[in-house]
């Protein structure tokens, strides 16, 4: 069936003249070109315009197009330092894993391939049956592992230590998820403040943000639509509204990431973390007056004094 196209093919010299028809000054058409060009009017514009646009869908008075890419340099700064914090939890959360399987039931690559090792449930047992099949087929064809293929053809066995690096973080929240209550705690008693069932929830969260950051998503104000973390003292303590039953912010935001890495990573690396989203927050604002602060807290979920996250305890016995 035929239907109308409302997103024609436009040059890029139509592209800016629909953005000027919308009220956005163009301060360099050369360098509105190369933007374009460059990023693409999908990635910079598309992404982009909402908090600057007003409801009539007109851009508010004096916005320019170097306001949007601002707020893109802004994100994509945002990313590499929210992605660069995930990796290190990443890394740590594959180590526990492994050494907390391994302790239990030996290096031998059977082991991890047994559906009976993890909690085979009748509602897991499709999903843990999907684990163990993306596992065999590494283990069986690695030809994208050279390490991989050192280990088999050295030793062949896998131990589950070298399976983990060719993992997504995605995978891993899974394995994590299917695992027996006593490999769980293993690995979540190395995080003092949180339970098994906290950890869970929290990897499912870092693995879809690290996919938003993997594949240059927008990031600020990114919602979490598979569900929430859990309450933690942190809530209580910034004193988060909770209008219902729920918390109004750091639940299924950007700040529920923050909330999530606060009890993940080490304090000396959430410390720079916060140092590094504060500096690039502040530059953002320096670089348009377009966009005030409250409006960006708004849209990442962070409440007016995020940055006593930095110092605030991990619970109330602290």
């Given at each position: 069936m035929c239907t109308t196209n409302d997103k024609p093919f436009l040059t890029y010299e139509q592209q800016l003249q629909k953005l000027s028809d919308k009220g956005l000054t163009i301060p360099s058409h050369d360098k509105a070109i190369e933007l374009l060009k460059k990023l693409s009017y999908f990635a910079l514009i598309s992404g982009y315009k909402k908090p600057f646009k007003s409801k009539s869908s007109i851009y508010k008075p004096n916005t320019s197009l170097d306001d949007i890419y601002s707020l893109y340099i802004f994100d994509d700064t945002l990313r590499t330092i929210i992605l660069r914090n995930i990796l290190k939890v990443e890394k740590h959360i594959k180590s526990l894993i492994s050494y907390s399987f391994c302790e239990t039931y030996g290096e031998d690559q059977q082991q991890y391939l047994n559906a009976t090792k993890y909690n085979y449930t009748s509602s897991n047992q499709a999903d843990i049956?999907?684990?163990?099949?993306?596992?065999?087929?590494?283990?069986?064809?690695?030809?994208?592992?050279?390490?991989?293929?050192?280990?088999?053809?050295?030793?062949?066995?896998?131990?589950?230590?070298?399976?983990?690096?060719?993992?997504?973080?995605?995978?891993?929240?899974?394995?994590?998820?299917?695992?027996?209550?006593?490999?769980?705690?293993?690995?979540?008693?190395?995080?003092?403040?949180?339970t098994e069932s906290d950890l869970?929830?929290?990897?499912?969260?870092?693995?879809?943000?690290?996919?938003?950051?993997?594949?240059?998503?927008?990031?600020?104000?990114?919602?979490?639509?598979?569900?929430?973390?859990?309450?933690?003292?942190?809530?209580?303590?910034?004193?988060?509204?909770?209008?219902?039953?729920?918390?109004?912010?750091?639940?299924?935001?950007?700040?529920?990431?923050?909330?999530?890495?606060?009890?993940?990573?080490?304090?000396?690396?959430?410390?720079?973390?916060?140092?590094?989203?504060?500096?690039?927050?502040?530059?953002?604002?320096?670089?348009?007056?377009?966009?005030?602060?409250?409006?960006?807290?708004?849209?990442?979920?962070?409440?007016?004094?995020?940055?006593?996250?930095?110092?605030?305890?991990?619970?109330?016995?602290?």
């Open positions: 049956n999907d684990l163990i099949g993306r596992l065999s087929k590494i283990a069986s064809d690695p030809k994208d592992y050279s390490y991989i293929q050192h280990q088999l053809r050295n030793h062949g066995n896998i131990p589950l230590w070298v399976m983990m690096k060719a993992l997504t973080l995605g995978t891993v929240s899974k394995f994590y998820s299917f695992l027996p209550q006593k490999i769980q705690a293993k690995v979540s008693i190395e995080f003092q403040y949180i869970v929830r929290m990897l499912d969260l870092l693995a879809r943000v690290r996919n938003v950051c993997a594949h240059n998503e927008r990031l600020f104000n990114y919602r979490y639509n598979k569900g929430s973390i859990h309450d933690t003292y942190i809530h209580q303590y910034l004193h988060i509204p909770r209008p219902n039953i729920q918390y109004a912010k750091g639940k299924q935001d950007l700040f529920a990431v923050i909330i999530v890495l606060k009890y993940l990573l080490s304090p000396e690396d959430f410390s720079q973390c916060v140092t590094d989203i504060n500096k690039a927050l502040n530059t953002l604002l320096l670089s348009t007056r377009q966009l005030q602060r409250s409006q960006m807290y708004k849209y990442m979920g962070f409440p007016n004094n995020w940055i006593e996250i930095e110092n605030a305890p991990y619970s109330a016995k602290e």
